[in-house]
C-alpha cells in the first residue's frame, strides 16, 4: 500500500505564514512529480503549484510569489511554503504524488486526505 499524509495545515491571520507537509509512505519504487492542489468553498479543485524529479518548480499565477513548493526525496517528503497568506487562500490542500509502486510497471497518481488551510482575522 501507498499512503500520502498531509499536515501544517490551520488557521492563520491575513499576512501571515504556514508551511505543509506530505509525506509518502509504503512500497515506493520512484517518485516522479509532486504537487498541491485545493479546493475552496462552493468552488472546483484548482492547481497551485507542483514541482518536478528533477527539482523544476511550476505556480499558479494566484500563488507565484508567495508560495514555494520543495521536495525532499530522502524523505519521501512534498512541502508547501506559504507567505502573505490571504482570505481567498482559505481552502483544503491537497497533495499530489505521481509514483511508481515496488512491483509495478506503471506510475499512478495518488491523493492524500487533504488539510485544512483558514486565513481569517
Known amino acids: 500500500q501507498v499512503q500520502l499524509v498531509e499536515s501544517g495545515g490551520g488557521l492563520v491571520q491575513p499576512g501571515g505564514s504556514l508551511r505543509l507537509s506530505c509525506v509518502a509512505s509504503g512500497t515506493i519504487f520512484n517518485i516522479n512529480a509532486m504537487g498541491w492542489y485545493r479546493r475552496a468553498p462552493g468552488k472546483a479543485r484548482e492547481w497551485v503549484a507542483s514541482?518536478?524529479?528533477?527539482?523544476?518548480?511550476n505556480y499558479a499565477e494566484s500563488v507565484k510569489g508567495r508560495f514555494t513548493i520543495s521536495r525532499d526525496d530522502g524523505k519521501k517528503t512534498v512541502y508547501l511554503q506559504m507567505s502573505s497568506l490571504k482570505p481567498e487562500d482559505t481552502a483544503v490542500y491537497y497533495c499530489n504524488v505521481n509514483m511508481m509502486k515496488v512491483g509495478s510497471w506503471n506510475s499512478d497518481e495518488y491523493w492524500g486526505q487533504g488539510t485544512q488551510v483558514t486565513v481569517s482575522s
Open positions: 514541482i518536478a524529479s528533477g527539482g523544476s518548480t
